[in-house]
């Protein structure tokens, strides 16, 4: 059974940093690419960040310079790094596991962040 579990998620003031976690288990991880997706009420789910198995990133313009996205495939475990945060990434947090060449993708249960003004 695959299980995505985010932590890491809370309240914090603008400008402050939060980092996020999922781990995954019942896949293999290291050949997934993960990413990170978000949704704010009344909005459509958004992409983040990705970082493919070979480690290569890439994020929304938005957070490009202010989020970190990383890997670590011994734990099996995926990162996002917030620092400079908005009320605008004010959100419901969701890991994704992807095997483009299966078709396989995979959801965690989210994480809720709040960034108040």
């Known amino acids: 059974q695959v299980q995505l579990v985010e932590s890491g998620g809370g309240l914090v003031q603008a400008g402050g940093s939060l980092r996020l976690s999922c781990v995954a288990s019942g896949i293999t991880f290291s050949i997934y690419a993960m990413g990170w997706y978000r949704q704010a009420p009344g909005k459509q789910r958004e992409l983040v960040a990705t970082?493919?198995?070979?480690?290569?990133?890439n994020y929304a313009d938005s957070v490009k310079g202010r989020f970190t996205i990383s890997r670590d495939n011994a734990k099996n475990t995926v990162s996002l790094q917030m620092n400079s945060l908005k009320p605008e990434d004010t959100a419901v947090y969701y890991c994704n596991a992807v095997m483009t060449l299966r078709g396989y993708t995979h959801w965690g249960q989210g994480t809720q962040v709040t960034v108040s003004s």
């Open positions: 970082i493919s198995s070979g480690g290569s990133t």
